[in-house]
């Protein structure tokens, strides 16, 4: 869900329809403005910022960039097996002025269930011509290195990370369906933050609902539908979520 700071500090392209679990980042900004001192110098001591003194701009990270991810795959009720990746979003944000720097973004062509249930298109909002005829997994993820490689997010000396809202992405789906396909994961996608548990850190709770208990445990104001990625084809309409600071 691309998501909307109160301080102004994110510009997004309008060509970007509400999708991506941008709250990911967003979060961090809330659970730093709405902690207690105690809990900002835990946060610190993890990576998640030092000073609270300028509460209009983020506090300094460990990390140079946050890589905000959030799959799309196949899904029925009962469940598919596998489930494939369908929609490989990541957005590129600099950890100082949070700033959405560059989007990778792609559709992928499940080849195990090559058609989309309509569970799974009324869940996630993508359509089968969406995914007909695009790359699969393997080539989407050689053109993820390359994308990686051409914003210097290689380069052992910048810092970056990747953020999920719980660890489904990286821990269980990415390197489950690279098993079943015989591909490497590389190492960038072996550690992450997961806000889940950051959210729990800083707020003394754990979020059930997930997005969803952040969004009220935060006083953010939840726009649209969850379980829907960056939507920017012509077929796709925009029924992400935002959440934004109230005024």
Known sequence: MIALLHTGAAQFPASLHPGLRLL?????????????????????????????AAMSSFPP?????????????????PQLH??????????????????????????????VHPQLTPFCTELTGIIQGMVDGQPSLQQVLERVDEWMAKEGLLDPSVKSIFVTCGDWDLKVM?????????LPVADYFKQWINLKKAYSFAMGSWPKNGLLDMNKGLNLQHIGRPHSGIGDGPH????????????
């Not at 959405?100 to 499940?110: A, D, G, K, R």
């Open 236 to 247: 796709r309409s925009p029924r992400g979520c935002t959440s934004q600071f109230p005024a």
């Open 24 to 52: 990911h980042s967003f979060l961090l900004v809330g659970i730093l403005k709405k902690s207690s001192s105690t809990t900002s110098r835990k946060l610190a001591s993890h990576g998640f910022g030092a000073s609270m």
């Open 174 to 182: 990415l390197p489950g369906q690279c098993q079943y396909l015989g």
């Open 82 to 111: 596998p489930q494939e990746i369908i929609e490989f979003p990541i957005l590129k944000l600099n950890g100082r002025t949070m700033e959405i720097e560059s989007t990778f973004h792609m559709y992928v062509q499940p080849v």
């Open 61 to 77: 990270q460990r990390y140079h960039y946050f890589l905000v991810l959030d799959f799309e795959a196949t899904c029925d009720k």
